[in-house]
Every structure is written in structure tokens, then in C-alpha cells.
T-cell receptor, first 110, second 114 residues
Framework: QKEVEQDPGPLSVPEGAIVSLNCTYSNSAFQYFMWYRQYSRKGPELLMYTYSSGNKEDGRFTAQVDKSSKYISLFIRDSQPSDSATYLCAMRTGNTPLVFGKGTRLSVIA | EPEVTQTPSHQVTQMGQEVILRCVPISNHLYFYWYRQILGQKVEFLVSFYNNEISEKSEIFDDQFSVERPDGSNFTLKIRSTKLEDSAMYFC????????????FGPGTRLTVT
């Protein structure tokens, strides 16, 4: 079983839709959970960062962590064409390096 | 806003040649990382560096790779004898000290080995 699993998509939605992106993981020692956005041939850009179960909101983005199910989600409200990118989940234990999912490619169609 | 910078943005080299990829981490950060991403695949950890020494490395980071912090601002990744399979995007990242601080990535160097 892979450590972090993420559906690669592609996912295509109309502008204004609510987008749900998900990752599952197998290592119960993971404590810190991140979502990065990556545009084509660019570096990952940190979007959201959580370290506890529950929800964290930042503007149109909500990150959700369910440690009991080993499942994390990112919700994007009122999606815009500029949100079109690949979304990477990543996680780690204390000071360890990040373990990434493969990324979900999202297209928001105007 | 401070950011991680990397040079060059694109490097083309012949198989067997040595390359040095350069990074300038964010100035108050103390942990430095190199990751790579082969086209179409996930971002993979190579090495982490703290207090002037390697703190952790992956199985990818074999003897052909080395890292250095030659001065107070630069962080470099050297690949001694490049192979075709080293072609990838190489990302530098840095973060502050402490487990709750997160990593910020540079824009990457695209390495093409021919």
C-alpha cells in the first residue's frame, strides 16, 4: 500500500462550482498535513497547513483532516479559472521530510 | 514577501557531466531540502540539511549527489556524473526551526540530461 494516495484526475468543473480534493494515507504517525498548488512546470506553492483533526478555513479554501479515517480533504468554494492547477497533498511526522501524493489536476472551465 | 530562489531555471547537460544546482533559501530559515519531480510523477524527497550537515537522505541520494552550503546564503546540489534518468525538476525548499513551521519551495530547476 502506498503511503499517500491521491486520485490524479483530471477533474474538470464549471466556474463557481465547489471542488473537493482528497487524499488517504496509511502511516498513522503523520501529524502535519499540507496542501500545495502547483502550476505547470513551477514549484509547489503552500496553500493550507493543518496539524489537528477538524476543519481550517482560509478564504475560499477549507482543509479538513480526519485522523481516525486517515483521510484529508481540500474544498474550494466558488472555483475560478485561475484555480486550474495541480493540487498536491503532503504530510509528515515531526521534523521528517514531506511525503507527497501524486497530485490531482484540476481544470475550472469559464 | 521573502521567497526561495533557484538558478538556473533550466539546465541542459550531457550524460556523464557534472552539474551544480543553486538555491538561495529564505534568510531566517534553518532547514533546507532538495526534492525532485520526474515528469508526470510525484515530488520525491532527496535530502535535508540542518546545522551544516545532512540530517536525512533518501535512497535516491546516492554517492553521485552531494550538497553544500558554501556561504551564508547559498545551498547547492551537485550531481557528479549525470545519467539520463536524472532528468527532472529539482526543487529547493526551506523552513524555520521547529516542527510546526512549514516548507516553502523555490520555482525549480529543470534538468535535462541528453
Amino acid at each position: 500500500q502506498k503511503e499517500v494516495e491521491q486520485d490524479p484526475g483530471p477533474l474538470s468543473v464549471p466556474e463557481g462550482a465547489i471542488v473537493s480534493l482528497n487524499c488517504t494515507y496509511s502511516n498513522s504517525a503523520f501529524q502535519y498535513f499540507m496542501w500545495y498548488r502547483q502550476y505547470s512546470r513551477k514549484g509547489p506553492e503552500l496553500l493550507m497547513y493543518t496539524y489537528s483533526s477538524g476543519n481550517k478555513e482560509d478564504g475560499r479554501f477549507t482543509a479538513q483532516v480526519d485522523k481516525s479515517s486517515k483521510y484529508i480533504s481540500l474544498f474550494i468554494r466558488d472555483s475560478q479559472p485561475s484555480d486550474s492547477a495541480t493540487y498536491l497533498c503532503a504530510m509528515r511526522t515531526g521534523n521528517t521530510p514531506l511525503v507527497f501524493g501524486k497530485g490531482t489536476r484540476l481544470s475550472v472551465i469559464a | 514577501e521573502p521567497e526561495v530562489t533557484q538558478t538556473p531555471s533550466h539546465q541542459v547537460t550531457q550524460m556523464g557531466q557534472e552539474v551544480i544546482l543553486r538555491c538561495v533559501p529564505i534568510s531566517n530559515h534553518l532547514y533546507f531540502y532538495w526534492y525532485r519531480q520526474i515528469l508526470g510523477q510525484k515530488v520525491e524527497f532527496l535530502v535535508s540539511f540542518y546545522n551544516n550537515e545532512i540530517s536525512e537522505k533518501s535512497e535516491i541520494f546516492d554517492d553521485q549527489f552531494s550538497v553544500e552550503r558554501p556561504d551564508g546564503s547559498n545551498f547547492t546540489l551537485k550531481i557528479r556524473s549525470t545519467k539520463l534518468e536524472d532528468s527532472a525538476m529539482y526543487f529547493c525548499a526551506s523552513r524555520e526551526d521547529g516542527p510546526t513551521y512549514e516548507q516553502y519551495f523555490g520555482p525549480g530547476t529543470r534538468l535535462t540530461v541528453t
